[in-house]
Every structure is written in C-alpha cells, then in structure tokens.
C-alpha cells in the first residue's frame, strides 16, 4: 500500500506541473494578445492623428494664402488712390510706370486662384521693377512677402500632409509605426492642432 500512495502521489504532481504549464501557457498567450490590441490600438491612434494633422496642414495652406491675398487686394486699393493722387504731381513717366505695375497687380490678383505661379511671378516682377521708382508702399511690399511667404509654407504643408497620408496609409509595418510616431512627435513640437 505503501508504494500505491507514493505512486498516487507522483501522479497528482505530475498533474500539477502539467496543469502550471497550460496555465503559464494561458497566460503568455493572453499577454501576447494584449500587448497585440494595445499595438494595434496605438496604430490605429497613429492614423487618426495623422490623418487629422494632415486635413489641419491642408486647411491652413489654404487660409494662409487666402488671408495674404485678401490684404493685397485691399493694399492694392489704396495703392491705387496714391498713384492717382502721386500722377498729377509727377508727369507722364510716373503714370506709365505706374499704369504698368497696376497692370501686373491686376493680372496676379484675377489669376492667383487658378495659377498660383503665374501670379506670384507677377507679384515679383513688381517688387523688381519697383527698384529705384518707389511706386510700391512699404505696407504693399509687406504683403506682397506675405503671398511669397504663404506660397512657400502652403507647398511644405502640402508635401507633409502627403507623406501623412502615405504613413497613415501604412501603420501596418513596425518600420511605418516607428516613421509614424517621429512624425507626430515633430507635428505636436509645431504646436498643430
């Protein structure tokens, strides 16, 4: 009998040891599988900000220069009423030069919308042929920068949000979550939001 209890004995240890096993197995699955959805979560937290940094980058290319626009426009106006009133006072010359630079305004204000380009080389070959004429204010020439300056950041804008886009679109590859996180970390220290 003695030998049939110490045999009952090991067995029940066997058992133990077995049953430690599945459940040490158990539990490393479970962890895996939640390490795996906090991944995932953390992806899918990934692409909603980039996708929202994107759609802000592409609202503030466009608000930038609609802004900077507007107060050439309004410049314009008042750069304008001097020409006409500066005409009288120094001849012929002045009127041609400046008939010619309302010209080139004139064009870049009617065509900024559909060629962005076009308009802003016009913008420069006023401040270019302003050189030694002074027919452009001081306030105009600030906001003909302005449309140069929004230009410049509206296309850096427009490349990051595309390459949001194309890492959002890629949140899959620990690579693309690695690229994901850099990007969002830059984003946050540019204060978007």
Same mark, same amino acid.
């Given at each position: ?115 962005? +380009?076009?308009?802003? &080389? !016009?913008?420069? /070959? ?6 030694? =004429?002074?027919? *452009? @204010? ?29 890492? +959002?679109?890629?949140? &899959? !590859?620990?690579? /693309? ?6 990007? =969002?970390?830059? *984003? @946050? ?5």
């Amino acid at each position: 009998m003695g030998s049939t209890v110490g045999v009952a004995a090991c067995r029940c240890n066997d058992g133990e040891d077995k049953t430690e096993a599945v459940d040490e197995g158990i539990l490393r699955i479970a962890d895996a599988d939640q390490k795996l959805r906090v991944e995932k979560e953390k992806r899918e937290d990934s692409k909603k900000k980039m996708v929202t940094y994107a759609k802000t980058l592409r609202a503030r290319k466009e608000k930038a220069l609609i802004e900077s626009w507007k107060k050439v426009e309004a410049e314009y106006a008042v750069q304008k009423m001097i020409w006409q009133s500066l005409s009288l006072q120094r001849g012929a010359s002045h009127q041609g030069a400046a008939a010619m630079m309302e010209s080139k305004l004139e064009f870049a204000i009617q065509s900024h919308t559909n060629d962005l +380009a076009s308009a802003v &080389e !016009a913008l420069e /070959a006023c401040v270019e042929k302003n050189q030694g =004429l002074d027919l *452009l @204010g001081s306030a105009m020439a600030e906001c003909i920068q302005a449309v140069k300056t929004a230009k410049v950041r509206g296309e850096a804008r427009k490349e990051l949000a595309e390459l949001l886009d194309v890492v +959002a679109q890629d949140t &899959e !590859a620990s690579a /693309a979550t690695a690229r994901a996180a850099n990007l =969002l970390t830059m *984003l @946050g220290a540019c204060g978007l939001e």
